[in-house]
């Protein structure tokens, strides 16, 4: 299975947020300079994100997205269905009616056995990645890598985490 960029992207996007301050905020535009990533193709994922409720955007020019909800109430299920879509990785098209000479359609009452295959393991794979929240993810990889990634977010937010408290939320 291939999950796209986006995926990837976005969860190190909220990752990311999940230090700014109670107020703070950061635009696509920083989150996409931080991560090395385009713009554009970011937005699409961070707006897709805050239509499923994990982020909340606010507008105008001190603007920006900040997390919607507790890091252990972020699921990286959530995030991959926000970015992804709900439909399964797999779909099957019952090729097996096709082609020249195909079996009799009574066959086929019963679900196709690697339809069945596929989705048990998609199942599976939800299943696992809804037992990982963000607030899992924090801090993973040892004390010399969290420093450094602590250092680095640091200092990307001295210059560009923007304090929401002098922006509505509601504008």
Avoid at 55 to 74: C, H, M, N, Q, W
């Amino acid at each position: 299975m291939k999950l796209g960029d986006g995926v990837e992207q976005a969860i190190h996007c909220v990752l990311l947020m999940s230090g700014l301050s109670e107020t703070g905020v950061l635009s696509a535009a920083a989150l996409a300079e931080f991560h090395g990533v385009s713009p554009s193709y970011l937005l699409k994922h961070l707006q897709a994100m805050a239509g499923a409720g994990l982020l909340e955007s606010v507008p105008g020019p001190k603007g920006g997205y900040r997390l919607a909800k507790a890091t252990d109430k972020i699921t990286l299920l959530d995030i991959v269905l926000a970015v992804e879509g709900p439909q399964p990785a797999f779909r099957c098209a019952e090729i097996r009616q096709r082609g020249p000479n195909p079996v009799a359609s009574h066959f086929f009452k019963a679900p196709c056995a690697i339809n069945a295959a596929m989705l048990k393991a998609e199942k599976a794979y939800r299943a696992e990645l809804k037992n990982v929240t963000v607030a899992d993810l924090n801090g993973r990889g040892g004390a010399d890598l969290g420093k450094a990634i602590a250092t680095r977010s640091c200092a990307f937010f001295d210059l560009h985490e923007r304090n929401r408290s002098t922006v509505s939320s509601r504008e």
